[in-house]
């Protein structure tokens, strides 16, 4: 209403009192420009002015520039039958092409259509998409391919043991453990833990640097029926205290390094010295058989949590996320049919424990009959450091943020076939460094889902990283704010369902 009291001014008054920023590349007021001319004129309304000996024709003079990036203009014009509205869409051919313009049309259309049919319906309420649209983004671009069925993450393991027992599972330092070696070991911790209180549901927090023991670890809590929580022994006190707090781990893991300052932070907690001779004594005496459910304090089903992951606190109080069994078969099925996963490949584990990915590095090794290597120990960050390590451990594949990627020069690992990225925007130097000789994945997913929501095809340079399909298991929607489905090519919130949403948060059912 304040711009009709003041619609006489002069635009290029306005412009002169903003004096706003001026740009090339833009209109400095605005950029999309809506008039609606309800006046009517001779040549509106498409009658010919008759003038004595002369015959008049309307034209509407074409420039050939367009003055705003969009401009839409429509008419009234009153007809027999009652008010039509035509109009005319400007666009700039730098920014647009036709089709997208002839879908923004399309869809104004549909917004005019609904309203007119409905008009005590909220406008947001108005279904902007065709029918062949809503068939694209609700189900052909929704999911993936079929998740397999559902199956703990001992049982897949001790299948896949079945399958390669004598192939190489773990690559750490120099040395190599079997498929059958790996899974008898963690029998034996497994069988130990069971008798130290771990059971089905009952967390076991892991304070371990990466290495060979941090994956028997792994794999002996899942046999036991408990809940895997890694701790980082470099994060601040404070935050390994909290993260006990909220789970009330049955036991702690760690060594003797690491003891005094966890002692003080957790007082309260049983711990587990792996590298205490007691402990070492213990362990080798327990069986080394599969535990079964009647070994443990409640049977071990898919919906029974498998760990706990703490997102980084960015926005707040850092909160523990509970991801369920449900979801690792669906996990590894993906990676392995993305990733090209099988005996002769070898997963390199460069981010924390803490970090979800490190979870999916072993799990779609361990279930596709390749080599997990963990990182070195103390690994301060160095691109260089990494990049021998890799080498050192002939990896093939390794998952890592594109800002830890950016520090490793490519040429010094080339034993990498595949690179995945995610956590964050992937830079198009990134890109067009690795993308050379190797393929290069662009993966995303939140804490809140089992690591991995979808997976893109191989990044090339110049194009946008793509985030991808959804994997197995998994359904997509961009949504707006009222969970309707948005059409192609418009903002929204990307919406996550299906088998691999996590159950919730620790303490927080709301």
């Not at 298991?473 to 707006?480: M, P, Q």
Request: glycine share 8%; proline share 8%.
């Amino acid at each position: 209403l304040a711009a009709y009291a003041n619609q006489d001014v002069p635009f290029e008054r306005l412009v002169e009192l903003l004096n706003p920023q001026r740009s090339l590349a833009y209109h400095p007021l605005f950029q999309v420009m809506l008039a609606f001319n309800n006046v009517g004129s001779v040549i509106d309304s498409g009658d010919v002015a008759e003038l004595s000996g002369l015959t008049a024709e309307g034209l509407s003079p074409q420039t050939g520039a367009a003055r705003f990036d969009l401009t839409f203009v429509l008419r009234e014009s009153h007809e027999p039958d009652g008010i039509r509205l035509n109009g005319e869409v400007e666009y700039a051919i730098d920014l647009f092409d036709e089709a997208t313009v002839r879908a923004m049309i399309e869809r104004l259309v549909r917004l005019l259509t609904g309203a007119a049919a409905n008009p005590d319906r909220p406008i947001g309420a108005v279904d902007l998409l065709d029918d062949a649209e809503r068939q694209l983004v609700l189900d052909e671009w929704s999911h993936g391919v079929p998740a397999p069925e559902p199956a703990t993450l001992p049982a897949l393991f001790e299948a896949q043991v079945a399958r390669t027992p004598d192939a190489v599972a773990v690559v750490s330092d120099g040395t190599t453990v079997s498929y059958a070696d790996l899974n008898r070991r963690a029998n034996h911790m497994a069988h130990h833990l069971i008798r130290r209180g771990v059971g089905t549901g009952r967390t076991v927090g892991v304070a371990l640097n990466r290495s060979e023991h941090s994956i028997v670890i792994f794999l002996a809590i899942a046999k036991a029926g408990g809940i895997y929580l890694p701790l980082d022994p470099e994060h601040p006190v404070e935050r390994i205290a909290l993260m006990c707090r909220d789970t009330a781990p049955a036991l702690l893991v760690t060594e003797l390094c690491h003891f005094d300052a966890l002692a003080a932070a957790v007082p309260d907690v049983p711990m587990l010295l792996l590298d205490d001779p007691e402990t070492l004594d213990a362990v080798a005496g327990s069986p080394d058989t599969d535990p079964v459910d009647a070994d443990r304090t409640e049977p071990l089903l898919v919906s029974s949590p498998a760990y706990i992951i703490y997102t980084s606190g960015s926005t707040g109080t850092p909160k523990g996320v509970v991801v369920e069994h449900r979801g690792i078969a669906a996990l590894a099925a993906g990676h392995i049919a993305a990733l090209d996963l099988g005996p002769d490949t070898r997963v390199f584990q460069a981010v924390a424990p803490t970090f979800d990915v490190a979870v999916a590095d072993v799990v779609m090794a361990l279930l596709s009959g390749a080599a997990v290597a963990p990182g070195p120990a103390g690994w301060g960050g160095d691109g260089d450091e990494l990049a021998a390590a890799i080498t050192a451990a002939r990896a093939t594949h390794v998952m890592m943020p594109a800002s830890l990627l950016a520090t490793v020069p490519e040429e010094a690992a080339p034993t990498l076939r595949y690179v995945v990225t995610g956590g964050e925007i992937c830079p198009p130097e990134v890109v067009r460094r690795w993308s050379r000789g190797r393929r290069l994945i662009n993966a995303y997913g939140p804490t809140e889902t089992t690591v991995c929501a979808t997976l893109s095809e191989p990044l090339e340079p110049g194009s946008p990283p793509a985030i991808g399909r959804p994997v197995p298991g998994v359904r997509v929607f961009v949504l707006d704010a009222g969970l309707s489905p948005v059409p192609v090519g418009v903002a929204g919130e990307l919406y996550v369902s299906g088998s691999q949403v996590a159950r919730g948060y620790v303490g927080r059912a709301g």
